[in-house]
Nanobody, 124 residues
Framework: QVQLVESGGGLVQAGGSLRLSCAAS????????MGWFRQAPGEEREFVAAITWMNGRTLYADSVKGRFTISRDNAKNMVYLQMNSLKPDDTAVYFCAADREPPLSTSYVKYAYWGQGTQVTVSS
């Protein structure tokens, strides 16, 4: 079992930046990818970005392309989400999640392990 802990959320003005971090308790050669999702009140959980551990292949939601960057540090078992040009619509709880099998996916049902989430609030 993998434990995931997010950090880095907070309150920021529109146009500002935040960097989220996700620490994984362990990683094995069978672990495939990590993803970031978000959920606003009353909304469904939404895919944000994903990255594979081995070759760093990435996938982004259209709504964040060009503004958000996902990255990983294999040595530290860490995944990051750099969020720039933030908008009020980006306000949500952000979750990191672990996926153990290919292909790289935008579907939350494919991700086996989840963190507890970190709140991001963007004021206008």
């Amino acid at each position: 079992q993998v434990q995931l802990v997010e950090s880095g959320g907070g309150l920021v003005q529109a146009g500002g930046s935040l960097r989220l971090s996700c620490a994984a308790s362990r990683r094995t050669n069978s672990d495939y990818a990590m993803g970031w999702f978000r959920q606003a009140p009353g909304e469904e959980r939404e895919f944000v970005a994903a990255i594979t551990w081995m070759n760093g292949r990435t996938l982004y939601a259209d709504s964040v392309k060009g503004r958000f960057t996902i990255s990983r540090d294999n040595a530290k078992n860490m995944v990051y989400l750099q969020m720039n040009s933030l908008k009020p619509d980006d306000t949500a709880v952000y979750f990191c999640a672990a996926d153990r099998e290919p292909p790289l996916s935008t579907s939350y049902v494919k991700y086996a392990y989840w963190g507890q989430g970190t709140q991001v609030t963007v004021s206008s």
